[in-house]
């Protein structure tokens, strides 16, 4: 069935116009084309009225001949999803029949089939082309078009389709009759490129679908048509102005690197953008734009584009803004060439008379070289300009105007950090030291040293006060070894044995040997000193003393006593003049009127100090008067027994 045609009035000349496209109605129109939907077109040309602007025009080209000719073209192009049309209209008018403001002709194009829906675009100009041409995209109407759909039989069985939101997602419903058979199609309408399908369905009535809010793009347009033979199709593309397609577009939006030196926007639709190269420093920074010397550049999506570089580097990366806003940035080397370097970008900028000026691009801007700014690139000015004259940078772009090299910082950073390394270590084996040294005295004064004490068990109450001795001691803290502790090794191996095995683990440890005199101890030692050892059993099977002084008296008979013994006794036991002299090359002290250089003594030069000594001595003090007052007191008085372990005692700190 014939659908209405159309009127497409221009004028042309120095500055061709639309006058009007509009429909006829009329049954003359339908009489001059076959079925289907065509467009007849009619074309009126008009000088510009416009005198003073020919006037213009006329000053500055030759005044033409009469009998030359008004040239003009016009391109119609037709584009809808299925197909695309174009045609070229060559007209020439005499120009003794152009006439200021007035119409010369008209020229029919009958007939031009096109989709319905389609868009038609119109492109028109003149022979010589003047200042301005024209160039105009019109929307055909389609079956959503109330007189559309009431003139044209195939769009009665159409599907109507409806989108409305349903939170963050979108549903296409399909006013559908059950059972009705109709192609669904979803796809990129882009009008520079091919189309390109996303989604087909061949579906049954009726019907909704559901799109997520994250496949909306701008240009995502859906179509449907009866699986019918040449059937009518309807698109609509209803997120053309939806705010959430726009921001979908730009983060489906990816740049690519086409090597060596092209690289390519790729995008599902057209968008307007432009870019610019940026460099971005080793630190974090944010890129800075290389413009000027470069300038941006409009971008095609989906378009091979072309650096102006003469090599790639990691650190140049590309920057795409929309209106004046940043939407992509991508360093696109960096896959190839590594991670960024820690370069300086050099800016050089070429004047008349072959002047040339050098800075360093910086976050804080680009720095002259030879500044007295106190950044990075003026420090190390100089030997940067002898990197470059060493042929050490390397170019990355060049042209009159300027270049743009990339000198390595590495060597420079290498230096002030070995400094800086240099002075750490430095600093590191200091601490280190005095942490030794501190660790050595804190092991010193925290670990407990060894004492042996060897005594005569002279009687059980001699044997009480030397284990409330042993236990005080303990506190200090020290580790005490005594036979009194030890019965079940002393009669397993024997006094002699134990003895042996206790000195060298002692001495080993820089520990020390306890004399501590009593009346029978002197009395054994001068048994020894004149040659009359006591017979093995005599003292006991647990007295070690007896036993021990085999071993001790040759030390101090050879001299190697001294650090290694220390003597001791109760001065209201015993006298000291009743200790036998060769005992006296070490200190040989009272108990208790001289415990401080006693316990001095016992736990050697990393002792505690004289103030927290002097307490601990009047503790001891305190533990050992008890038993000292029951070891003197008569036979048959009353005693209160005490423990003579390790526990024994109040408690020393």
């Excluded at 209405?4 to 500055?15: D, E, H, M, T, V």
């Excluded at 084309?33 to 602007?53: A, T």
């Excluded at 030069?605 to 038993?627: C, F, N, Y």
Aim: proline residues 9%.
């Amino acid at each position: 069935m014939p659908v209405p045609w159309f009127l497409l009035s221009l004028a042309l000349g120095r500055s061709p116009v639309v006058l009007s496209l509009e429909r006829i109605v009329g049954p003359q129109d339908t009489a001059r084309c076959s079925p289907g939907l065509s467009c007849h077109l009619w074309g009126h040309w008009e000088d510009p009225k416009d005198e003073e602007g020919l006037g213009k025009v006329a000053d500055a080209e030759p005044e033409e001949p009469r009998n030359a000719s008004l040239q003009a073209q016009v391109l119609l192009s037709f584009h809808s999803y299925t197909t695309a049309r174009c045609v070229l209209l060559e007209v020439e008018v005499p120009a003794a029949l152009v006439q200021p403001g007035q119409s010369v002709g008209s020229v029919v194009f009958d007939c031009f089939e096109a989709a319905l829906g389609a868009e038609v675009q119109i492109w028109s100009y003149t022979q010589p082309t003047y200042q301005k041409e024209l160039n105009f995209t019109q929307q055909l109407p389609d079956c959503r078009g109330h007189e559309i759909r009431d003139s044209i039989q195939s769009c009665w069985a159409l599907p109507w389709l409806n989108v409305s939101a349903d939170g963050d997602d979108v549903q296409l419903i399909l006013d559908v009759s059950e059972e009705q058979h109709f192609g669904l199609s979803l796809y990129w309408n882009q009008f520079d490129s091919p189309t390109k399908p996303w989604w087909h369905r061949n579906l049954t009535g009726p019907h909704t679908i559901t799109l997520n809010h994250t496949d909306l793009v701008p240009c995502l347009c859906i179509q449907v048509w009866p699986l019918e033979p040449d059937s009518v199709r309807t698109s609509i593309c209803p997120f053309r102005k939806d705010p959430r397609a726009h921001r979908n577009l730009w983060r489906a939006a990816r740049l690519q690197l086409l090597p060596p030196r092209g690289w390519r926007l790729e995008a599902p639709c057209s968008l307007p953008a432009e870019a610019t190269l940026c460099w971005q420093a080793l630190g974090g920074d944010p890129c800075q734009p290389l413009v000027p010397p470069l300038s941006r550049e409009n971008v095609t999506v989906n378009e091979a584009l072309e650096f102006p570089l003469l090599k790639g580097h990691p650190n140049l990366c590309v920057q795409v803004s929309s209106w004046e806003k940043l939407q992509l940035q991508e360093c696109l080397w960096s896959d190839s060439l590594g991670p960024l370097k820690d370069d300086m970008l050099l800016v050089e900028t070429r004047g008349p008379q072959n002047n040339r000026s050098l800075c360093a691009l910086e976050p804080s801007g680009c720095t002259p070289l030879l500044s007295g700014a106190s950044t990075r690139a003026a420090r190390l000015g100089e030997h940067l300009l002898q990197d470059l004259q060493s042929g050490q940078c390397l170019q990355l772009w060049d042209s009159d105007l300027g270049a743009l090299w990339a000198c390595p910082m590495n060597k420079y950073t290498h230096q002030r950090w070995a400094l800086v390394w240099l002075a750490c270590l430095l600093l590191a084996a200091v601490l280190f030291l005095l942490l030794l040294l501190k660790k050595d005295h804190v092991k010193a004064a925290a670990r407990s040293r060894a004492a042996l004490l060897l005594y005569s068990a002279d009687d059980e109450g001699f044997e009480r006060l030397v284990g409330a001795l042993a236990s005080a001691l303990c506190q200090l803290p020290l580790r005490v070894a005594v036979d009194l502790w030890n019965r079940r090794e002393l009669s397993a191996h024997g006094p002699l044995a134990w003895f042996h095995a206790q000195r060298r683990r002692t001495l080993q440890e820089g520990g020390v040997v306890v004399l501590l005199f009593s009346p029978g101890a002197v009395a054994l030692c001068h048994e020894w000193l004149r040659g009359r050892a006591p017979a093995p059993g005599v003292h006991g099977p647990h007295d070690a003393f007896a036993a021990s002084l085999s071993c001790v008296l040759p030390d101090f008979l050879q001299g190697r006593a001294p650090g290694r013994y220390v003597g001791a006794f109760f001065e209201r036991l015993l006298r000291a003049d009743a200790v036998p002299a060769l005992f006296r090359a070490v200190p040989v002290l009272a108990l208790p009127s001289q415990l401080p250089d006693f316990l001095r003594a016992l736990q050697g030069p990393g002792g505690p100090r004289p103030g927290r000594l002097a307490d601990r001595a009047e503790r001891v003090s305190r533990a050992l008067q008890p038993a000292l007052d029951s070891c003197l007191r008569p036979p048959g008085t009353p005693e209160t027994g005490r423990g003579m372990g390790p526990g024994a005692g109040p408690g020393l700190k």
